[in-house]
Each structure stands twice: as C-alpha cells, then as structure tokens.
C-alpha cells in the first residue's frame, strides 16, 4: 500500500467521475421517454396497419395523405428507431471492449440514421406521391 500512493484513497475517491453516472442518466431518461412514448404510437401504429389491410395501394395513397395518419406513421418511426439506438448503443457499450467499440458505435449511428432515414422517405413517398 505505500508503494502506490493511489492505496491510502477510500474506494469513493478511487471511483469519482467514472462509471454510469457520466451520461447513463441521460440515456436511461431517453430510454424510459421514448418506450412511454412508444405505447401509444403503437397502439396507433396497430390501428393504422389494421385499417389499411383491406386497402389497395391508392387506398393507403389516400388515407396516408392525411396529417394524423402520416404524423402518427412518421412519429412511431422516429422514436422506434432512437428507442432502437439507445439500446445498441448500451449494449454495445457493455459487450465491446477495446477499439471494436468506437467503430460498433460509429455503425450503430449510421444504421439507426440511414434506418430512419429510409422509413421516412418511403412513408413520404407514398403519402405525397
């Protein structure tokens, strides 16, 4: 212990600034608000996809054209896929050591980016088109 001068520390100084309390209180906030945010809009999302079934394609044209239909649509989207992010990326934070983590969480970014970006795109394509 008097070889190393970090022995006479008490285990709260040895500890201070590190772990999850850095930025885990934000991303388990994000977490827990995107998942509340998620039941109704799946809800909605359900009731959505049950009424286009029966529907032809210029049916769904037509009923995504309207606000609450696209807005809902894109909204179930948008926090799916950050809901998605958040939790790869705690997972990928907890599983991959070394330098594999910082190119895992680069790709994780990217995919959940050109995800959304596709759904977006195609729910826009078809509501404007």
């Known amino acids: 212990m008097a070889d190393h001068?970090?022995?006479l520390r008490t285990p709260l100084a040895r500890v201070r600034f590190l772990g999850s309390a850095r930025s885990g209180t934000t991303e388990a906030w994000l977490i827990h608000v995107t998942s509340l945010a998620l039941v109704p809009l799946t809800l909605?999302?359900?009731?959505?996809?049950?009424?286009l079934l029966h529907m032809d394609y210029n049916g769904v044209r037509e009923t995504l054209a309207r606000p609450l239909p696209s807005i809902l649509l894109l909204a179930f989207i948008l926090a799916g896929v950050l809901h998605m992010e958040i939790g790869m990326r705690s997972i990928v934070?907890?599983?991959i050591h070394g330098p594999a983590r910082a190119w895992a969480l680069v790709a994780n970014t990217c995919f959940s980016a050109l995800l959304a970006l596709a759904c977006v795109y195609a729910s826009l394509r078809i509501a404007f088109s």
């Open 93 to 95: 934070a907890d599983y």
């Open 5 to 7: 001068p970090s022995g």
């Open 44 to 51: 909605g999302f359900v009731w959505l996809v049950l009424d």
